[in-house]
């Protein structure tokens, strides 16, 4: 297999096709309580609604690196085609069957709090390649994910980058 | 480098009380297979390798894995618990290294990198036995002596 990669996701990134998916639930106060029971994360911000005005917020709020939680895909949900999974699936078609999570780079607009509806957005921002990695040569991809809320505003964005590679493809 | 009084856990800092270059008290996360599988569900990542072990070995690992949710979560805990609730995080800017697996421990250090008026940059680490498992930068508003209540 020697086809380049960079061809197809190249039309992607041009294309810019995004999937997008809104989120089951609002932002709500149970979903926190498991977050915060799971981490074991006590700032008062997330738990008290008295102690989230006087920090300024409305209401209690979410913990912001939980901006990702809401638009997670359901374990029953059909697979959904789209331009990240199709690049993904072409890395590994092209000899890049092997992944890794390398960054992920998120950042807030806003807090956001219960009764919140996300709607998350992702497309296939960049990608370079072929690199010489520790792991083989690989190719790193970058999602760019937008989460907009209930009036169309942005609250938020996650680049996430991964690498593929070809663990067989390596230098000694 | 001094280390800030671990008094702000409690309480909240000021952004006047905060220096480039000073430390964060120091924050040890013992990994169990608890934290692993609850911050996985807790997160709605229902991917086998962070709750199923046998998955997660058939799959080439020696044990479940902390999936990067939890990840985030923990270093948002991090830094707010130095911060105090009514400081805000811009941004969560993490590099991905050594797994964490049940049974290991992963401590959280971290250094002020840079302090403009209220705005204020965090560099942390968390490393585990094997090396760092996320390494990053936490852009974070500490408000001011003025503002805070």
């Not at chain 1, 061809?7 to 089951?24: D, K, P, Y």
């Not at chain 1, 309580?33 to 209401?59: F, Q």
């Not at chain 2, 297979?33 to 569900?41: E, K, N, Q, R, S």
């Not at chain 2, 690992?61 to 911060?83: H, K």
């Amino acid at each position: 297999m020697s086809q380049d990669p960079n061809v197809l996701i190249g039309e992607m990134i041009a294309a810019g096709n995004e999937r997008i998916s809104v989120a089951r639930d609002e932002v709500n106060r149970p979903m926190i309580h498991h977050l915060c029971d799971a981490m074991e994360e006590t700032n008062p911000i997330y738990l008290d609604p008295e102690a989230a005005r006087a920090a300024g917020h409305p209401d209690v709020v979410a913990p912001p690196s939980a901006l990702q939680v809401w638009n997670m895909i359901n374990p029953s949900d059909p697979e959904i085609e789209s331009d990240v999974d199709r690049a993904y699936a072409h890395l590994a078609e092209c000899g890049y069957p092997k992944v890794v999570a390398v960054n992920c780079d998120q950042e807030y607009d806003r807090y956001l709090v219960p009764g919140d509806l996300l709607t998350a957005s992702e497309k296939v921002e960049s990608f370079v390649g072929p690199k010489q990695t520790g792991l083989g040569e690989g190719y790193f991809i970058t999602t760019l994910t937008t989460y907009t809320d209930q009036q169309g505003d942005r609250v938020g964005t996650m680049r996430f980058r991964t690498l593929w590679y070809n663990p067989e493809k390596r230098n000694s | 480098m001094s280390t800030v009084d671990t008094a702000a856990r409690a309480g909240q800092l000021t952004a006047e009380q905060v220096q480039a270059g000073e430390a964060l008290p120091e924050l040890r996360i013992p990994i169990t297979a608890t934290l692993i599988v609850t911050g996985a569900i807790a997160t709605r990542d229902f991917q086998k390798v962070h709750h199923d072990k046998d998955v997660a070995q058939a799959a080439g690992t020696p044990n479940v894995f902390m999936n990067i949710l939890t990840t985030n979560a923990l270093v948002n805990r991090y830094v707010g618990e130095w911060a105090g609730p009514a400081a805000r995080v811009g941004r969560i800017n993490i590099r991905l290294g050594a797994t964490n697996f049940p049974g290991d421990e992963m401590v959280f250090t971290g250094t002020v990198d840079s302090v403009d008026g209220e705005n204020v940059v965090v560099k942390v680490v968390g490393t585990n036995s094997l090396g760092p498992h996320v390494t990053g930068t936490v852009d974070i508003v500490i408000p001011s002596k003025g503002e805070s209540a």
